[in-house]
């Protein structure tokens, strides 16, 4: 299998040549999904007994599967969180694999955790935490919120032996990514979403809510995860004032800036985040507004060992991890998965390649388009601004649309292959979220797509 042959000259080739058109391609097709038993009919069974082939196998992927994918990068994905990954950092992911490093410690890893570890140092830098904050790359936000709630939850449990036996509580807002909820569900903890307006959360909605506890809930409380950039909206809640709240009640304060970490490297929206260095740990995800590939999220923690107490695996056979003679950074000793991938490597290679400059002006260029496109709304009459742009988010209407309006003209986008921008609900009613990232969609972008709502 690992013998050099034909077929493998031929597959790295096509892998190649398949590779570099791809990345040479900024409007790759869009393509939408097909039933499983209509792809099944189009390629047939793909695994068997004697192989199919580098070349064929390739073909199908090449012809018909991807086919039925749609590319985060296409300029008029404007949908979700979309991603705009750089050519160097999709490059490098091809280097990640070729090299193949054992990822969880410094003893296998030394030479790409110390590359991890410069992208991290940038990370944290533009956090503004105290010295001695660091972190580490994870899967994503939701593995590195898990992460940083588990270690807030463990440091609770040391620091307070006579609730262990509660069930831990957090408080976070309606605002909040639906993995905090969902990872509270994997640790077994309850969530109370303050329901403030407009998916805001200020330290005085907070304080009202903690002084509204009964004496057995503020005794499990143990969390308050702030949201720096909603999902939705683009919104960063009041992370000084509740800093200051957290502080008072010696609560752990999370900053979940999953979609809108990139931002804290624009100087024009910097502000917005001050508190964030208050932060006992925070999450950024470099797959959504940092332009690395899947998967990259980040969790970044003010005291490491807390971390390293919660997380670090014990085992016979890793014991020589420990030793003096591995002594080194030990990723997997900061969050929940052991094996891993040196995923913060494409990160590095192209922050050291284009430098930190470049991908301040790629992240302000989200900002100014989301702001270009609430122009443009607010000057089109059959349009509504529901309020103002927020980082790289428009919330909008279209005048006399119901729900179903706005579903059938997704579909229409999408299956002609056209543009990916979904609906949200912004106050319960039926909205259009656009989501910029990718710094190469044009203004002709945005006035293509706003002309089909005519
Ligand atoms: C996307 C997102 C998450 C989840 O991150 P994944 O990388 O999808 O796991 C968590 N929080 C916020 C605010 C997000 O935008």
């Not at 969050?335 to 995923?343: A, E, S, Y």
Request: charged residues 25%; negative net charge; contains cysteine.
């Amino acid at each position: 299998m690992h013998t050099i042959d034909m077929d493998l000259v031929e597959m790295t080739l096509d892998v190649m040549k398949y590779t570099i058109d791809r990345i040479s391609n900024v409007t790759p097709e869009l393509g939408s999904p097909k039933k499983e038993e209509d792809l099944l009919r189009m390629v047939g069974e793909t695994i068997t007994p004697e192989g199919i082939g580098g070349e064929n196998a390739f073909k199908l992927f090449r012809d018909v599967l991807v086919k039925a994918t749609v590319p985060i990068d296409h300029p008029r994905h404007l949908a979700f969180v979309p991603a705009a990954p750089t050519r160097a950092a999709i490059m490098f992911d091809l280097v990640t694999s070729a090299s193949s490093i054992h990822g969880a410690y410094w003893m296998e890893g030394a030479g790409g955790i110390f590359c991890e570890n410069q992208a991290m140092k940038w990370l944290v830098s533009l956090t503004k935490l105290p010295k001695g904050a660091f972190g580490v790359f994870t899967s994503g936000g939701t593995a590195a919120n898990l992460s940083a709630l588990v270690t807030a939850r463990e440091a609770w449990r040391d620091e307070k032996p006579e609730f262990a036996r509660e069930r831990a509580l957090l408080l976070t807002s309606n605002g909040a990514h639906s993995s905090i909820k969902s990872m509270a569900k994997v640790m077994d903890a309850d969530v109370i979403l303050i329901d403030s307006e407009d998916e805001y959360l200020s330290g005085a909605d907070l304080k009202k809510t903690i002084d509204g506890l009964s004496i057995q809930d503020r005794n499990r409380l143990f969390a308050v995860v702030a949201t720096g950039g909603t999902t939705n909206a683009g919104i960063i809640d009041d992370l000084k004032t509740i800093a200051s709240i957290c502080e008072d009640e010696k609560l752990w304060f999370h900053v979940d800036c999953a979609y809108g970490g990139g931002a804290l490297a624009a100087d024009s929206v910097r502000h917005l985040f001050e508190g964030i260095e208050k932060a006992d740990s925070i999450t950024i995800d470099p797959h959504k507004w940092l332009f690395s590939p899947y998967d990259c999220g980040a969790v970044i923690y003010k005291n490491l060992e807390l971390a390293k107490k919660a997380h670090s695996q014990k085992g016979a056979y890793l014991e020589i991890f420990k030793d003096e003679g591995a002594q080194g950074f030990n990723p997997a000793d900061y969050q929940i998965q052991l094996t891993r991938r040196l995923r913060g490597l494409p990160l590095w290679f192209s922050l050291a390649m284009h430098g930190t400059n470049k991908y301040k002006r790629a992240i302000e260029r989200g900002i100014e388009l989301a702001q270009i496109a609430a122009e443009k709304i607010k000057a089109n009459d059959k349009l509504e601004l529901v309020r103002p742009a927020s980082l790289s988010v428009v919330l909008f209407k279209r005048k006399e649309w119901s729900a179903e309006d706005y579903r059938d003209w997704t579909y229409k986008n999408h299956r002609e292959g056209f543009a990916l921008v979904t609906p949200s609900l912004w106050k319960d009613e039926s909205v259009i979220r656009f989501c910029f990232i990718n710094p190469d969609t044009t203004e002709e972008d945005i006035d293509k797509i706003l002309k089909t709502l005519e």
